[in-house]
């Protein structure tokens, strides 16, 4: 094939790419307004009609409503995903990644007491890199190990970062059920996840998050554990 030609299919590869997460990017801002209406009507319906329906009957409206919340949870994911594709060219001020870790856990504040979660955190470095950014990472990647943990065992998780040649070195390690070797990849796939719902909820969104953020920086991310072992989840960010 000749030079042109690969180039013409590069750029309409590009523009076909493009043209779709504008396309998800649009269906799922405008299913939230219709989806918000489901929620609130249904929460009306049961707060106000409830002494008119039999169990059966409220129990339907409720699966309506939990329903409704899951595929809210979805399109916001969806949508801090496909935003996460917009990342400015040029590069950002310098980030405390202390205050964007702290910011995460206050986030996680509900989700850390209710499994009594015990954190520990190293000292954290100035990176570039949107602070927003990188607190998306850290929320993802401790509120997974929160909630990834073992029955009967309160989860232990520890972030640290050190300096490895020209990149930092983030870790966030855990206690937790562990991920099967050859899952280690998949497991950043947009909605892959090992898990039912009723097991633990999930989006799948979350490690594809952080996978696009730490890339667009010009870093990696990847994972290191054994099925019941607990996980480390490191990513770099350029120095
Ligand atoms: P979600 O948690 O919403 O399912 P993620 O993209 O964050 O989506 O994670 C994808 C899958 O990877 C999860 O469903 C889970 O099976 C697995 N996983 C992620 N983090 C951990 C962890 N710390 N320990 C064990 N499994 C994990």
Not at 58 to 73: C, E, F, K, T
Not at 137 to 158: D, I, M
Request: proline letters at 3%; aromatic letters at 8%; glycine letters at 8%.
């Amino acid at each position: 094939m000749k030079q042109y030609e690969i180039r013409g299919r590069q750029e309409a590869l590009l523009r076909a790419n493009s043209d779709l997460e504008q396309f998800a990017y649009s269906a799922s801002h405008d299913l939230k307004e219709p989806l918000r209406n489901i929620r609130i009507f249904s929460e009306l319906l049961l707060r106000e009609y409830r002494h008119k329906l039999d169990e059966r009957g409220a129990n339907l409206i409720d699966v309506v409503g939990v329903s409704a919340l899951r595929m809210d949870n979805l399109l916001a994911d969806l949508l801090t995903y496909l935003q996460t594709n917009n990342l400015p060219e040029e590069l950002p001020e310098l980030a405390d990644a202390n205050h964007a870790l702290q910011g995460a856990l206050s986030n996680l504040h509900a989700a850390i007491c209710e499994a009594h979660a015990e954190i520990t955190k190293g000292e954290m470095p100035c990176v570039r890199i949107r602070e927003i950014h990188l607190q998306l990472l850290f929320q993802n990647l401790v509120g997974n190990a929160v909630k990834y943990r073992t029955e009967g065992c309160p989860p232990r998780v520890s972030i640290t970062a050190s300096r490895s040649g020209e990149h930092w070195l983030f870790l966030v390690e855990d206690n937790g059920i562990g991920i099967a070797p050859e899952y280690r990849e998949k497991v950043f796939g947009i909605f892959k996840r090992l898990h039912s719902n009723g097991q633990y909820s999930g989006t799948g969104i979350g490690l594809a998050i952080c996978q696009r953020i730490v890339e667009r920086y010009g870093g990696r991310i990847w994972v290191e554990s054994a099925e019941g072992h607990g996980s480390k989840f490191l990513f770099t960010i350029p120095a």
